[in-house]
Nanobody, 123 residues
Framework: QVQLVESGGGLVQPGGSLRLSCAAS????????IAWFRQAPGKEREGVSCISGNDDSTYYADSVKGRFTISRDNAKNTVHLQMNSLKPEDTAVYYCAAGVPWGGLLDFEYDTWGQGTQVTVSS
């Protein structure tokens, strides 16, 4: 069974940094687009960033552009999301997902999801 496992979430002060990781089993991440989504309480899930499986093109939501960086480590079959200059509005459960090779920030493009990791930005 294909499995994605997120890690790296936690509590951080505004302006701080966290690095999320998405580790995969029974799936080669390099052949798929991998995206990070987040969902805050009472809000819809939104796409944050993705890296394509075709050419490693990266995409970011406007709300995180310039602060978040997505990267892929094919040797470890892991995708990371480096989050800097965190804001309270970044507080959410973050999910990684694998899907169609060309990537995107729409959740219907992804068919394999992790369980999520909580990120809380608060002083």
């Amino acid at each position: 069974q294909v499995q994605l496992v997120e890690s790296g979430g936690g509590l951080v002060q505004p302006g701080g940094s966290l690095r999320l990781s998405c580790a995969a089993s029974r799936i080669t991440l390099g052949a798929h687009a991998i995206a990070w989504f987040r969902q805050a309480p009472g809000k819809e899930r939104e796409g944050v960033s993705c890296i394509s499986g075709n050419d490693d093109s990266t995409y970011y939501a406007d709300s995180v552009k310039g602060r978040f960086t997505i990267s892929r480590d094919n040797a470890k079959n892991t995708v990371h999301l480096q989050m800097n200059s965190l804001k309270p509005e970044d507080t959410a459960v973050y999910y990684c997902a694998a899907g169609v090779p060309w990537g995107g920030l729409l959740d219907f493009e992804y068919d394999t999801w992790g369980q999520g990791t909580q990120v809380t930005v608060s002083s």
